[in-house]
């Protein structure tokens, strides 16, 4: 079993930044992924990475200001995120996978955080 705990999230101004941190506890994880949930809409992809960290995936919308990435042996996740708009206002949750390599399925993960919330308003 895998438990994640979603931290880092609060209020930043557009153009801004922010690091999300995905705390890790239980067997060691396979491969992690980050998505975002606005209010009265699905959850969507953000990015995914291996489990070594060797490959990432990236929603076209986050290419080039996200940058997803890991620290197995601290068991932590990051989802760095520069140069923030007002559209990526939502819940960012992290999830673990069983397989090895990144998945952009949410259906391929099987244990999810609770999220933390990120407002970008000026």
């Known amino acids: 079993q895998v438990q994640l705990v979603e931290s880092g999230g609060g209020l930043v101004q557009p153009g801004g930044s922010l690091r999300l941190s995905c705390a890790v506890s239980?067997?060691?994880?396979?491969?992690m992924g980050w998505f975002r949930q606005a209010p009265g809409k699905e959850r969507e992809f953000d990015a995914a990475?291996?489990?070594?960290?060797?490959?990432?995936y990236y929603a076209d919308s986050v290419k080039g200001r996200f940058t997803i990435s890991r620290d197995n042996l601290q068991k932590k996740g990051y989802l760095k995120m520069n140069n923030l708009k007002p559209e990526d206002t939502a819940v960012y949750y992290c999830?673990?996978?069983?397989?090895?390599?990144?998945?952009?399925?949410?259906?391929?993960?099987?244990?999810w955080g609770q999220g933390t919330p990120v407002t970008v308003s000026s």
């Open positions: 990475i291996s489990r070594s960290g060797g490959i990432t």
């Open positions: 239980g067997r060691t994880f396979n491969a």
């Open positions: 999830a673990a996978a069983p397989t090895l390599s990144p998945t952009l399925s949410p259906t391929n993960y099987d244990s």
